[in-house]
């Protein structure tokens, strides 16, 4: 026999049992689709909750001006001339103060505090935020000092009930806790850059973020002219980062004259740990998920051998007419490998599908991975081989005179 023959007398013998070889391949499909399903999630899962933490850090430093070295003095911090010589010298993408301020807000009946981020054009080119109702700041907004203010969606939502309503209306800012008490008008208002992450952690009261223009700020809390303990900057290439810290501490040694008073740290946001915990997070709920395809191979095994007993007689007749110990192997072995690759195949389709229609609810963009397609593909063909040879080889060395003696 030609090994065509035996892949045609496999799928006869498979679609004369059209209902049990469904059975067996739905293990198959429902492990399949288990992995590829909890493994897409995951990754989108990770993605979404990582990426606005690695965007906030990745290739950006902080200039900080240690001011508790015994030869600080004020006249020490950095103004903007500092500032402008650094950003002349054209080796860093942008240069920024990086200035907050812990405020309070009224809530209903209660107050909670909030970090006030105090921004320019560039502050914003290097922590960007995603706006979700009304606009950012303009040119305006920076030049004019007027009181306008862009709020995170979690205290709109609160306060509004909705983003949008949040537009125009006013919100009071308390200095400290019983600081003076602002008000501004609320011109936008963006998604909250950790919620995500605190969601994830189980935090029911998460931060609250909000922005308002530095002319502004130094308007209303008489801050024109003072210098900055802290700046942000962004590297032109992230994979330079150690070299342009280097370059940074340098110019700012020449350009003071000191050697001691400014320290320059990688801007650190906890990304690359959180990453690596979700990492082997997703890899244990896969590996949960894919016990499945396990039992659906023990699955493919039972049945196969139960077909074994149920085809004795015919295993008899075939052997006494001729066919050898390898093409009765051959062929029950290809039965069990298109069982298993037939539901590898339904179960990635089926997979993908419901890893879009999981997201959907959970709000997550499912991150499919060409390697893990392939690979959960080769996985089923493998557990053909491996569960089918048992029953298989069973098969094939059946002797053919009790073989035709069984009822």
């Not at 370059?247 to 801007?267: F, R």
């Not at 990492?279 to 039972?302: E, Q």
């Amino acid at each position: 026999m030609t090994y065509l023959d035996i892949l045609k007398g496999a799928v006869k013998s498979l679609r004369g049992n059209k209902i049990r070889s469904f059975l067996t391949m739905l293990g198959i499909i429902i492990g399949i689709s288990s992995v590829i399903t909890m493994s897409a999630i995951g990754r989108g899962g990770q993605r979404s909750i990582t990426g606005n933490l690695k965007d906030g850090g990745y290739g950006k430093f902080t200039v900080s001006v240690d001011k508790s070295d015994v030869d600080f003095r004020w006249k020490n911090t950095i103004d903007n001339s500092l500032i402008k010589m650094l950003e002349e010298t054209d080796e860093f993408k942008e240069i920024s103060p990086e200035i907050t301020s812990r405020m309070t807000i009224k809530i209903g009946n209660r107050r909670e505090f909030v970090t006030l981020e105090i921004t320019n054009p560039s502050f914003e080119r290097i922590q960007p935020v995603k706006i979700i109702a009304g606009r950012g700041f303009v040119p305006f907004d920076y030049e004019s000092g007027e009181k306008n203010i862009v709020i995170d969606n979690i205290t709109a939502k609160q306060i509004f009930k909705t983003s949008e309503k949040a537009i125009g209306k006013k919100v009071d800012l308390i200095e400290g806790w019983k600081g003076k008490s602002e008000a501004y008008t609320v011109v936008g208002v963006m998604k909250n850059p950790i919620e995500d992450l605190a969601k994830l952690m189980g935090n029911k009261r998460i931060p609250r973020y909000m922005r308002i223009p530095l002319s502004t700020y130094e308007k209303i809390y008489d801050a024109k002219g003072t210098g900055y303990t802290k700046l942000i900057v962004e590297s032109k290439d992230p994979n330079k980062l150690g070299e342009d810290m280097q370059k940074m501490k340098k110019h700012l040694d020449e350009i003071t004259g000191t050697t001691e008073l400014y320290e320059v740290n990688i801007k650190n946001t906890g990304a690359d740990s959180f990453d690596k915990i979700l990492t082997t997070l997703n890899i244990f709920v896969t590996f949960v998920a894919g016990i499945s395809l396990f039992v659906g191979g023990i699955g493919v095994m039972n049945i196969m051998l139960v077909s074994v007993i149920e085809r004795t007689k015919e295993i008899g007749i075939r052997k006494a007419i001729g066919a050898t110990n390898k093409e009765i192997l051959l062929q029950f072995l290809m039965e069990s490998i298109i069982l298993t690759g037939i539901g590898g195949a339904i179960g990635v389709i089926f997979g993908i599908v419901l890893g879009y229609v999981v997201g959907y609810f959970v709000n997550i963009v499912p991150v499919f991975s060409l390697l893990s397609i392939i690979s959960a593909l080769g996985i089923s063909s493998m557990i053909g081989i491996i569960f089918g040879v048992t029953p298989a080889k069973k098969a094939a060395e059946l002797n053919p005179i009790e073989a035709l003696r069984s009822e």
